[in-house]
């Protein structure tokens, strides 16, 4: 049996050490006030039996709460007050230096916790143990200095998160919308220097790739794309191809038709695509950020963007040759063709696409045919999304963020803007919390409600005012030279943080466990569906307030929880013990979704989860869990149909797995060691070494390579299939 220590190392557990602790306390109170031998034995055992019943590994805290639990259940509250007392002492030096051990125990890749914090980061590497010394450092100064003591002690038992508070100290915001072709276009600055209008697709693709690796390292969310800023250089190239090839001909004193000049020209043309996007794929895999990973980059494909004719038809074959080599994948170390993590893709179904006798439905069908490879790309309905968002189709930020609709037309001459804008941070509610709190009285529940929402518009509002007076200089490339603007030098961001530009996100988590705990049924019983959108009406009720009261974007953001959902469930146990079916697994479920046991079919849930998306309008994303789907692919088409009929956003979970010790490329399995861990293991030749195997899971909205926390792989392990 494993714990894990205060620095994150995880070790053996050994009895000895709390039965020392005990005897030291003991000594110190007079000889009838003492524990017994076989007391301070019992109490040791029973502190083993209770981390065993836990599932997981317990930490230091934990542990020496099950102690003075022990000591007083005893009745020596003697000893337990000097067992006390010694812990606070620690307590104390330990708060003297807070950083110390966590920093040592990054540089060693001995932190259990950071190696599963991030399923992209890879904590071995240099860069990424620089990234998280640095996030430590600011966690340390957020913590005593940068947040009320409410906030922090919420954030640490669970109650909220305050997300990035390792990014905290500085005056970063969280994901954005590229203004890519403000940056084509117009020219752009990266490290000091001048890039200008590109004059060929190829090199428009490599600027981009350039840029977004900049930006990545100057805020700590994803960033969105789309390829409709890039589709106008086709035309570019092409333009350029023609006079070559007409000069060519001329050269060689040969005559040629336009229709044969045309013709060789757009094989090149095709061949610039394939150049182009291969730039795309490959540097957004290779290039790393100043945080140690891939750009956590979205890729936005909608035919619709562009005017019909030859753009459209531009677009069309950039779209077809993205999904190609998404198809193909990357090659790992060995040389096998694999899934990568980035860049993600989104795929817009709209009515020139989603029929069999559409004009682009043959794109559709590669799609299909990607996700059912590959796993992406997700789906955005623009039948649903002109429903909820007055009319308008954008991509979301990041993995599931989505900016609220233009209503005024923010653009330069009243247009409808999406490109440019940002978000400016997250603090997530957790609703299982709340439910655990009310015991079960909803008189007490709406209270607790109001308190704690009220909690998180404060942190909230830390966040914005972290951001107020931040000037243009500290990220260029966002504010002055146009990924999110063109400020001057010494400006000020302020104006971008009112009137609706940018949001600023209520998160929730929990709620299948709250509506079982009020309710004692599921959401999808009736009963508790009535009770589950009474709560997301109040939480948008609330934003909406906030927002009419301050003029900032305040919007509800269904929380694509990763590590936190382990810290989320670890606090809910050490607060309430463990509860069936609320609070007695290692994970909670990420916002509305249905929890991830519960046996439905993929269309009632798709259908079910859409009243709650709606009412999620600062981002979301529903699933289907799904079996190997590459002989199949009318079953994914249908279930494509169904998302354009029925919900904004969706995806379809597949699989994609390769052992490279034998082969296999299969699903490597998730099974329960010796210690009571959750490993992955080849089913074939029984490996589990995590370093000879790639492994790829959808987690949050978006795919993860590089393995989770004991919460998140239970999580996975215990998913059911939806079709």
């Not at 409410?150 to 994901?175: K, L, P, T, W």
């Not at 971008?496 to 929730?508: A, E, H, P, Q, R």
């Not at 929880?561 to 469930?569: G, N, P, Q, R, V």
């Amino acid at each position: 049996m494993k714990i894990i220590k205060r620095s994150g190392k995880e070790m053996v557990f050994d009895g000895r050490k709390i039965t020392a602790a005990i005897e030291r306390a003991n000594k110190e109170v007079s000889e009838k006030m003492r524990l017994s031998n076989s007391q301070i034995r019992d109490i040791e055992r029973e502190v083993e039996d209770n981390c065993k019943s836990l599932t997981r590994a317990a930490n230091v805290e934990e542990i020496q709460d099950m102690v003075e639990n022990g000591i007083m259940g005893a009745g020596r509250y003697e000893v337990a007050r000097k067992y006390i007392t010694y812990r606070y002492k620690h307590a104390l030096v330990r708060q003297a230096n807070t950083t110390d051990d966590q920093i040592l125990s990054l540089i060693e890749c001995s932190n259990e916790e950071v190696k599963q914090e991030n399923s992209n980061k890879n904590p071995t590497v240099n860069s990424v143990q620089r990234d998280y010394m640095a996030g430590e450092v600011s966690r340390d100064l957020t913590k005593r200095f940068l947040l009320p003591e409410e906030v922090v002690r919420a954030h640490e038992e669970g109650i909220i998160h305050f997300h990035d508070s390792d990014y905290f100290a500085q005056h970063m915001h969280n994901c954005c919308l590229v203004n890519l072709e403000d940056m084509l276009q117009n020219g752009t600055v990266i490290s000091e220097t001048m890039i200008e209008k590109p004059h060929s697709f190829a090199t428009a693709c490599n600027i981009a790739t350039q840029a977004i690796a900049q930006i990545a390292s100057s805020q700590y969310g994803g960033q969105s794309i789309t390829l409709s800023h890039l589709v106008p250089f086709v035309e570019v190239s092409r333009q350029r191809f023609r006079k070559e090839v007409r000069e060519e001909f001329e050269e060689s004193h040969m005559d040629a038709t336009e229709e044969q000049i045309n013709s060789i020209a757009e094989m090149r043309v095709r061949k610039e695509v394939n150049r182009g996007v291969q730039v795309i794929q490959y540097q957004v895999i290779t290039l790393m950020t100043t945080n140690g990973q891939a750009p956590f980059i979205t890729v936005y494909m909608y035919l619709d963007e562009v005017p019909e004719g030859q753009l459209r038809d531009d677009l069309a074959m950039v779209i077809e040759e993205m999904l190609r080599q998404r198809i193909q994948g990357v090659k790992n170390e060995k040389g096998v063709w694999i899934t990568p993590a980035f860049p993600k893709l989104i795929y817009v179904l709209d009515e020139d696409n989603i029929y069999e006798d559409s004009k682009y439905y043959y794109l559709t069908r590669l799609a299909a045919k990607c996700t059912a490879k590959r796993m992406v790309p997700d789906y955005i309905s623009a039948k649903k999304m002109k429903e909820y968002k007055n009319g308008d189709v954008y991509p979301c930020m990041g993995c599931r963020s989505f900016l609220t609709p233009d209503k005024e037309g923010l653009g330069e001459n009243g247009e409808h803007k999406y490109y440019g804008r940002f978000n400016q941070g997250v603090v997530t509610l957790n609703l299982v919390d709340v439910a655990c709190s009310s015991g079960k009285d909803e008189e007490t529940f709406w209270k607790l409600m109001e308190d704690r929402t009220e909690l998180c518009y404060r942190a909230l509002m830390c966040r914005h005012k972290r951001l107020l007076g931040t000037p243009s200089d500290v990220a260029p490339i966002l504010w002055q030279y146009g990924a999110l603007a063109r400020l001057k030098k010494g400006e000020k961001i302020d104006k971008l943080l009112f009137n609706n530009y940018s949001t600023i996100s209520l998160g929730y988590a929990g709620l299948c466990e709250c509506t079982k705990y009020m309710k004692g049924v599921s959401h999808t019983d009736p009963a508790g569906k009535e009770f589950a959108l009474k709560v997301m009406q109040f939480m948008n009720d609330k934003c909406a307030k906030w927002r009419a009261a301050t003029n900032i974007s305040f919007s509800l953001y269904g929380t694509p929880l990763e590590s936190t959902t382990y810290k989320f469930a670890k606090c809910l146990q050490k607060r309430f013990g463990q509860i069936p079916e609320v609070t007695d697994r290692n994970y909670i479920t990420n916002s509305y979704h249905v929890h991830v046991t519960e046996k439905i079919d993929a269309f009632t849930k798709l259908k079910f989860e859409s009243e709650f998306q709606e009412l999620s309008p600062g981002g979301a994303i529903s699933y289907v869990e799904v079996p190997n789907m590459s002989n199949n692919l009318d079953a994914v088409l249908a279930v494509m149909e169904y998302i354009y009929d029925n919900i904004m956003y969706a995806e379809l979970n597949t699989k994609s797995d390769y052992c490279q010790k034998c082969g296999y490329d299969g699903e490597i399995m998730i099974v329960t060691d010796k210690d009571d861990k959750l490993v992955w293991e080849c089913p074939n030749c029984g490996n589990r070494d995590q370093n000879t195997m790639n492994v790829a899971r959808r987690t949050c909205g978006y795919i993860g390579t590089q393995y989770w926390n004991q919460g998140r792989t239970q999580e996975i392990k215990e998913r059911v299939l939806h079709l």
